[in-house]
């Protein structure tokens, strides 16, 4: 009984909006109102974003923050928060963060359920294997998600095809920051684009 009126409270939360926040270990707190397939990260707005999940026991995970540091680097208008899912304790995972010099927020294990529950929600054929990122329009709308290592390119190329924004090599097509674009309508389900590289 318990586990079916905790099942219910979860799939409250996912479908009706409720502000979240959460801790990170780089001490800036992100508040997130979630509903449904959108959430809305305050402080990105007209932002896309790449939610992330991840490991520090992960060896393609390494390859992968290499990716990211270098893409929320080169692109301005894409930022990157990140989910650890192997349980590091908060103290090692911060020392992690500052061994690999990461720039965006990191949330530990411990603070991850109910975006480790909105990933399940969005993407349910996702097993739980990582890395792993959900890509959000500029209102907060999931268009897609992406299972193992991702290239930059890869997901430059994706934001254009869902949006028609090409960045302009850095610099965003600003005629589309306020738009959904119509590709963005409907189920996440039936728009789905996996990227299988193992």
């Avoid at 268009?143 to 850095?170: A, H, M, P, R």
């Amino acid at each position: 009984m318990r586990k079916i009126l905790s099942s219910l409270a979860l799939l409250s939360t996912l479908l009706f909006a409720e502000a979240v926040t959460v801790p990170t270990v780089n001490k800036t707190p992100i508040t997130m109102d979630i509903n449904g397939e959108h959430i809305d990260f305050q402080g990105y707005q007209g932002k896309y974003v790449l939610l992330e999940y991840f490991g520090t026991h992960c060896p393609m995970c390494m390859m992968e923050i290499e990716h990211l540091k270098a893409l929320q680097k080169n692109y301005p208008d894409i930022k990157v928060i990140s989910v650890e899912l192997q349980n590091t304790p908060a103290d090692r995972l911060k020392d992690f963060v500052f061994e690999k010099d990461i720039k965006y927020p990191v949330i530990d294990f411990q603070n991850a359920y109910t975006l480790y529950m909105f990933a399940k929600n969005v993407a349910p054929q996702w097993t739980g294997g990582i890395p792993m990122m959900i890509l959000f329009d500029k209102n907060g709308q999931a268009l897609t998600y992406f299972i193992g290592v991702t290239s930059q390119e890869d997901i430059i190329k994706t934001i254009k095809q869902y949006t028609g924004d090409d960045l302009n090599n850095g610099k965003t097509n600003q005629s589309n920051t306020n738009e959904t674009n119509s590709s963005t309508d409907g189920s996440l389900s039936d728009k789905l684009l996996h990227f299988f590289k193992w």
